[in-house]
C-alpha cells in the first residue's frame, strides 16, 4: 500500500471514531426504565368535565386583534372579520368555553362601547398603554364563538362597573322580551338571546380588579349575584348560567382567608345571591417579575419549570380542603381561569403584550396540569390556560397572514377524547427523574373511558433525557392492542416557527401485546395519549 493510500484510511478512521464518539457525547445509550402501571377500569371516578379544556381570551397585545380579529377588509381570510386559519384550528381542539374580555381587562370594560355601528376608540391602560378600537365586541365575541363551536365565559366589570351596567349587559345579550336593549341587539344583528354559559364576577378583586378586601368583595359580589340576571329562556332552568366568584391567587395566609371567606358566606347564603364556582389563579412563575426564557434555556430550566408548575396539586389540594368545609356535597366547583406558564417576554417585543414563545418543556407542562385537574375532577370542573392566541401560553401564534401551532396546541388535541370521560384510576410507581437538587416524578398518567366505553390513557415522560418503558396490565377489560399518538422534540426548548412550523408535532405510536399486557415506549420528553381495543 502507498503512502498515501495509508495516509488516507488513517484520516477515514480518525474521523469514524470523531464521529462515533460524538454521536456516543450526544445521545448517550441510556436503557429504558421500566414502569408498570395498572388500568382499574371497574372503578369509575368523577366525570373529568369538559370545561377543564377552556380557554381565556382577553385583550390583550395581539390576543384578540391580530390574533382571532383582523376586520372584514383584511386580506387574511376571514368570516365576518374573524380569520379562517384561527377558526379552522380551533375547531378541531372542541374548545368548550372562552373566557373573555379579562383579566385586568374586563374590570376596565364598558360593554356599550363595543356594540353598534359607532364605536369609540379607547385605552387600554392595564396591556402596553395601548388604543382598544372597540371593533370586537359582544357581537363579534358571540359570532367567534358560534364559529369555532364553544360557549361563553364572560367576567363582567366589578372593579369600576356597576351592577347596573353588568345587568343591562345581560339583558342586552340574554332577554328574548320586547324590550328597548333586546331591540337594540336585534338593531345590531341578533334578534335571538345569545346563551351564556358562564359569567365571572369579577377578576383577580383582590388586585388589578379593584384591591379589595375579601369582605368588601363579598358584598360586592352578593349584589352581582343577585342583580345580573340571564334571561335566556332556554336557561332559566337546567341550563342556566353558572356564577363564578373571585378566588384566591395562591395559597398563603391572605389566600385561604380569601377562600374561607367566600365559602363560609356560600354556607350560609340565602335564596337572593348564590354562586356555582370559586375561581383560582396560578401561573408557573418561579419568581416574580417572570425571568425565565422561553426558548433558548437548558435542562436546569427545564427541571425548575416543571417543580413549580407540580405545586398546582398542593394548591388545589389547599383550597378544596377549605370549600370541603362549607360544601361537602361539592356543589362550588374550583374553577382555575388562569393558569399557565409565563416567562420573560421575547426581546423586542412589548412587555405590556405578554409574547413568549412555547416549546416542548410547555408540552410537558400542560400534561401535568390537566392530569392534575384530572384527578380533582370532583372539585374542579373548569380550567382556562392563559391564553388562546399570542399571549403567555399560547394555543396559537400569527403573525400578519401566518399561523402556527404550538406544542400547547397539539397536547389539547391528543386530550379531545378525555373531554366529559371518566376518570378511572392507575397505579404505578413514577420513579424519579433528578437535576441537581431537584427531584421530579419520572412518569405521570390517567387514565379514563369513554361515553363509548372506550379506554384512554395519557402518558408524560418527564424524563428529558430516558425513554420509559411501559408496561400495562389491566382489571375490567382484556386488552388486546393499543394505538395513538406521542409528543417529542428533539430538545427540551424546541418550538414551533412560521418557518419550522412542525418541529414539534405528534407522531402515531402503537404498543406491543406481550402475555395480555401491552407495553409501550415512550420517548424522553414526552406525552402519549392511546386508546385500547379490547
Ligand atoms: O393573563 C394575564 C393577566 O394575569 C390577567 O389579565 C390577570 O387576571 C392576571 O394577573
Known sequence: ??????????????????????????????????????????????????????????HLGHGIYEGIWVGTDSKIPNTRGIRNDVVAALKALKVPNVR??????????????????????????????????????????????????SDAYVSINVGSGTPQEASEWLEYMT???????????????????????YLGIGNESWDCGGNMTPDYYLSQMKFYSRFVRNFNPEQQEKNRMLKVAVGPGGGGARWTEWTETIMKAYQHHTWSWDIDGLSMHNYTVVKWPPAFK??????????????????????????SAIMDKYDPQKKVALVVDEWGGWYAPMPGSNPGFLVQQNSMRDAILAALNL????????????????????????????????????????VFKMYVPFQDATFVPVTFDAGTYKNGEINLPRVDAIAATDKTGKVWIEVTNVDPNQAAEIEMSFAG??????????????????????????????????????????????????????????
Open 1 to 58: 500500500m502507498s503512502n498515501k493510500a495509508k495516509k488516507t484510511r488513517w484520516v477515514y478512521l480518525r474521523a469514524f471514531v470523531y464521529f462515533f464518539l460524538a454521536m456516543a457525547a450526544a445521545a448517550p445509550l441510556v436503557a429504558a426504565q421500566k414502569v408498570e402501571l395498572s388500568v382499574d377500569t371497574s372503578k369509575a371516578g368523577a366525570k373529568i368535565d369538559r370545561n377543564i379544556f377552556g380557554q381565556f381570551a382577553e
Open 100 to 149: 373573555w374580555p379579562g383579566g385586568c381587562f374586563a374590570d376596565e370594560y364598558h360593554w356599550r362601547k363595543g356594540i353598534g355601528a359607532q364605536r369609540p376608540v379607547t385605552l387600554n391602560p392595564n396591556w402596553g398603554g395601548v388604543t382598544e378600537p372597540n371593533a370586537f365586541g359582544t357581537h363579534e365575541f358571540m359570532d367567534f364563538l358560534e364559529q369555532i363551536g
Open 175 to 197: 332577554t328574548a322580551q320586547p324590550t328597548t336593549l333586546a331591540k337594540e341587539r336585534a338593531v345590531n344583528g341578533h334578534a335571538a338571546p345569545y346563551r351564556i354559559g
Open 294 to 319: 422561553s426558548v433558548g434555556f437548558e435542562e436546569r430550566e427545564y427541571a425548575q419549570i416543571l417543580k413549580s408548575t407540580l405545586e398546582m396539586e398542593e394548591l388545589i389540594d389547599k383550597h
Open 371 to 410: 392530569n392534575i385537574f384530572a384527578r380533582h375532577a370532583d372539585r374542579v370542573r373548569m380550567a382556562n390556560i392563559a391564553q388562546m392566541i399570542n399571549v403567555l401560553q399560547a394555543m396559537i401564534l400569527t403573525d400578519k397572514e401566518k399561523m402556527a401551532m404550538t406544542p400547547t396546541y397539539h
Open 477 to 534: 377489560i382484556a386488552a388486546k392492542s393499543a394505538a395513538g399518538e406521542t409528543l417529542t422534540a428533539p430538545k427540551v426548548d424546541s418550538v414551533n416557527t412560521f418557518d419550522a412550523p412542525t418541529t414539534v408535532a405528534p407522531k402515531p405510536i402503537s404498543a406491543r401485546v406481550q402475555n395480555r399486557k401491552l407495553t409501550l415506549k415512550v420517548e424522553p420528553k414526552s406525552v402519549t395519549v392511546i386508546s385500547v381495543e379490547q
